[in-house]
């Protein structure tokens, strides 16, 4: 195999990789998690990204727990 078909194949290895990676970071970004807090305070949703979407919180059941406990 000659020098510029080694390199032609190198270049579409490179090609594919980056079209992996960003499909694979595209899906990461659509892709939602929910976790839920303790005590049942409410709820957190990210994106797989770590992007913050969402956060649900219940007031009534907040009451419930002291400024110090809250921040533990």
């Known amino acids: 195999m000659s020098y510029e078909d080694e390199l032609y194949h190198l270049a579409r ?18 892709d939602r998690v929910t976790w839920a807090l ?15 979407v969402d956060v649900q919180v219940d007031v009534a059941a907040m009451k419930a727990y002291s ?6």
């Open 38 to 52: 303790p005590g049942e305070l409410g709820s957190v949703t990210v994106t797989r990204a770590g992007e913050l």
């Open 13 to 30: 290895e490179i090609d594919a990789t980056v079209a992996a990676v960003e499909h694979a970071s595209g899906a990461a970004a659509r």
């Open 67 to 72: 400024a110090s406990r809250l921040s533990r």
